[in-house]
């Protein structure tokens, strides 16, 4: 596990972190799960709610719109809990786009915490509440 003495190395650096987060889901969709679970461990470590998530917001958007593979719809559903879903401006779209992604995977899955991290994120949103599928509660 990372472990940052000071959080505000990781945070100095969010930006070229975050700029790695395509080549992380790459790697994942190739089998390699290990860097993007790296990246996330970077990202929780840095302390900072959002890490500069609004600049991987369009890919991840278009990555549960396509037709995506298995891996890559998990590798997303895994970093979607470290997302700010309060500043998403089309946050009902992207709740229907997880709700979709999501339900590919069973639930003992390992996916199915983070499903459920992500869902108690939405639900905190009072815009964004309305919009999660019944279906997802259960």
């Known amino acids: 596990m990372i472990e940052a003495p000071d959080p505000g190395q990781i945070r100095s650096k969010r930006k070229a972190i975050t700029a790695l987060f395509p080549y992380m889901v790459r790697l994942e969709q190739d089998g390699q799960p290990q860097p993007l679970e790296v990246f996330l461990r970077l990202a929780r470590a840095s302390g900072q709610w959002g890490f500069m998530w609004h600049r991987v917001r369009p890919l991840v958007i278009t990555l549960l719109q396509e ?4 891996p890559i719809k998990r590798a997303i559903l895994l970093a979607l809990p470290h997302m700010p879903w ?4 089309n946050g009902q779209h992207l709740v229907q786009l997880w709700a ?3 339900s590919v995977f069973p639930y003992p899955d390992e996916i199915g915490q983070i499903v459920v991290d992500t869902l108690l994120h939405i639900a ?4 964004l509440r309305p919009h999660i599928p019944v279906g997802m509660w259960s």
């Open 86 to 89: 309060a500043n998403f401006a």
């Open 124 to 127: 905190s949103q009072d815009s």
């Open 67 to 70: 037709e995506s593979s298995a």
């Open 100 to 102: 979709a992604a999501a």
